[in-house]
């Protein structure tokens, strides 16, 4: 999962780089600046400074006049200050661009490292979560720092110096920009909105509450039971929803007894989505659930130390709190949608300012391959090797993938003796990257800037802010050692940590730090966990291994891209109906979840009204981030064709020193295309063409 120190900025509004827009005033404040003040102080700057300089001059001034505010000062202090601050010299413009370098970096990433701090004890296997820590961690030390930097008018003077261009603009005019126009581009956007404090805490608080909810959500598996009471899982497994569920799924396929816990994991998804799981199984190993029936009894054995039986056992349902979660999320984000008038949802932000990708393109790309010819054909091709019909949970078959050749079992050992903690999984950093094709020297400066954590979630990486700082490696590990879930999960979010390390501390502006989108950061991760096995020494040399991979990819991408239309489609309904309760959205998301498969999959699967593509975890605590992983499968598998025969090491590297361009420009300078699907669909031709013999 993409870094949770960069998830909490874009909740407060805090990015380096923001919006392509001007705030609208409240009434009290609009058209505050008159026109003839305007006219007036770009009158007098164009004498001062020549006609040369009137297009910047007039676009600095109205950028200022749009956000000043009768807090800023009267009419005579706006122009005072726009006569004052005003640069007309390109030396000048460099120097003020390396100042909010040097002191955005500053800012900015200390705020991380003090969020990232303040929520150690709800991310980290630390033991029992007091009651104060919830209220550290929801607490948002950089809530005012934006109204801060507009009251100390840092904001009016990037905004008069430099033009707020719109997406359209960066798109048409990015490729023919210098490096420092690009980090000056990225600077100023960042002034692009004026979110008040209050509303940046209350959006905090709201994803830090559902984060939170999320990263308890665990099913302790050796309590569900069959209708005859038969314990189809090991004692003590405890799988989080719905990263582990899912991953438990796919371990089965090589468990030759796998299909009848398939089939209750599916069940207890479907539980989860519909909230009719009894809210007394959630975490609790202390009862037995029978999900076909839904039923809830005191557990008739104890499989987990110090677990303290409920005073009653009821077959209560969860009272709809995925949704409320959900719900709050939505209304904190509508707190902030009158301050992006050009990009009043949180829709249009994910995607104009966040992804720099217009929503019909992504839409079109995922509808590209789930409606492809080469998902149905291989569909049937994974029905033959299966021997049965399909059903719906093969959404997750990873049959095609070399992995499938060792048990859960076997590969639990294998990395439980390897990393039996968190410590032991970053001596071996160093190792792995090597492994993977990076140098001696490059491989230290990774490991010299990357933490490993014990999470108490499923995992993710938290980037650091400042080249001082170091990256956060989190991954789930039990006291019986890393299992191979965890470390799968550890190998995916390193892919994370050396983009941002690399992004970070080797981009020639730090304005420019990252990726163009968290997509980005995903094909890296996926770049990675794609060689967890080779990383443990039991990849074998298979000549079809290329035309697995490819099937493997098509598939896992079919199956996440309709998650992601779900994703976007229940966000368009939570506007559409600002008004919704709990229950209303619940239905709502069955619904959506249900039309996205009978469209998309029903053809493939032959079954219609499967409510399944909803059960992700991130659609309830991220907001509107699941898009961004098929994009992620699509990038990621174009550098992996263009990275055949290079070094993975050196041509990284290279790409994450362009840092945050748009996608079009970034994907063309690292590979040579834009982002596209064909590379994808034309490798699965080839694929099906040899294996479907």
């Not at 979560?129 to 005012?144: C, G, K, Q, R, V």
């Not at 008040?196 to 598996?221: C, G, T, W």
């Not at 859960?408 to 094709?437: C, K, Q």
Request: with cysteine.
């Amino acid at each position: 999962m993409k870094g949770k120190a960069l998830a909490l900025l874009i909740a407060c509004g805090l990015m380096w780089f923001g919006a392509s827009c001007i705030r609208k005033v409240d009434m009290h404040d609009m058209h505050y600046v008159q026109e003839r003040h305007i006219n007036e102080v770009i009158s007098h700057l164009v004498a001062a400074h020549g006609e040369g300089q009137r297009e910047r001059i007039e676009r600095g001034v109205r950028q200022v006049a749009q956000m000043w505010q009768q807090q800023d000062g009267p009419p005579e202090a706006f122009m005072q200050f726009c006569t004052q601050h005003f640069v007309a010299d390109s030396a000048g413009l460099a120097q003020m661009t390396q100042s909010y370098e040097r002191n955005f970096e500053s800012i900015f990433g200390h705020f991380a490292e003090m969020g990232r701090e303040l929520r150690q004890p709800l991310d980290l296997d630390w033991g029992p979560i007091l009651p104060i820590d919830y209220l550290f961690a929801e607490f948002a030390p950089s809530a005012h720092v934006m109204e801060d930097l507009f009251s100390k008018r840092i904001a009016f003077v990037a905004l008069l110096n430099f033009p707020l261009f719109t997406l359209e603009e960066r798109l048409a005019l990015g490729p023919k920009w210098t490096r420092q126009q690009w980090a000056q581009a990225r600077l100023v956007q960042s002034f692009s909105a004026r979110v008040p404090a209050a509303v940046q805490q209350r959006l905090s608080e709201a994803y830090v509450k559902a984060d939170d909810y999320i990263n308890h959500y665990n099913i302790f598996m050796h309590h569900v039971l069959t209708e005859e009471g038969e314990r189809l899982f090991p004692p003590g497994l405890k799988l989080i929803s719905h990263w582990n569920l899912r991953d438990e799924l796919k371990a089965q396929y090589a468990n030759p007894d796998g299909l009848r816990r398939q089939q209750m994991i599916q069940r207890i998804m479907e539980r989860i989505i519909t909230q009719e799981i009894p809210e007394v199984v959630i975490n609790n190993p202390c009862v037995d659930w029978k999900p076909v029936s839904n039923t809830v009894e005191p557990a008739a054995v104890q499989d987990v130390e110090g677990a303290t039986q409920p005073a009653k056992v009821t077959n209560a349902p969860e009272p709809n709190r995925r949704y409320e979660h959900l719900l709050a999320i939505f209304h904190a984000e509508r707190e902030v949608d009158p301050y992006y008038p050009t990009m009043p949802t949180l829709m249009d932000r994910r995607f104009q300012r966040d992804r720099e990708m217009p929503e019909q393109m992504v839409e079109e790309l995922f509808k590209q391959v789930l409606s492809s010819r080469q998902v149905a054909q291989t569909g049937q091709l994974i029905a033959k090797r299966l021997g049965r019909p399909l059903q719906p949970f093969d959404i997750w078959y990873n049959g095609f993938r070399p992995r499938t050749a060792y048990t859960e079992a076997e590969l639990d050992r294998i990395v439980s003796r390897r990393y039996p903690d968190a410590r032991a999984f970053e001596r071996d950093m160093l190792r792995i990257l090597r492994t993977l094709g990076f140098s001696a020297e490059q491989a230290s400066f990774l490991c010299e800037r990357i933490t490993v954590d014990p999470a108490r979630g499923p995992g993710h990486a938290w980037e650091p802010g400042r080249r001082a700082d170091r990256a956060h490696l989190r991954t789930r590990i039990p006291a019986t050692g890393m299992n191979y879930k965890g470390y799968n999960i550890a190998i995916h979010e390193l892919g994370h940590n050396c983009e941002q390390v690399f992004s970070l501390n080797k981009v020639d502006y730090t304005l420019l730090r990252g990726v163009p989108n968290t997509a980005f950061t995903e094909a890296f991760a996926f770049v990675f966990q794609a060689r967890d096995l080779e990383l443990l020494g039991l990849r074998h040399k298979d000549l079809l291994a290329e035309h697995l991979r490819a099937l493997d990819n098509l598939w896992a991408t079919y199956e996440i891209a309709g998650v992601a239309l779900v994703d976007m489609r229940v966000w368009r309904w939570m506007y559409e109906h600002p008004n919704a309760k709990p229950d209303e959205l619940k239905e709502a998301t069955i619904a959506i979840a249900k039309k996205v498969w009978n469209e998309f999959y029903a053809p493939v699967f032959g079954q219609q009204d499967v409510p399944l593509l909803a059960i992700y975890s991130h659609m309830i605590d991220s907001g509107l981030y699941l898009p961004d992983y098929p994009l992620g499968h699509i990038i990621a598998f174009q550098i992996e064709q263009y990275l055949k025969g290079k070094n993975l090491g050196q041509e990284m590297e290279r790409m994450c020193r362009l840092g945050a361009l748009t996608p079009e420009a970034w994907m063309r300078a690292a590979v040579g295309a834009p982002v596209s699907t064909q590379p994808l669909l034309e490798a699965a031709d080839r694929a099906l063409d040899v294996l479907a013999r």
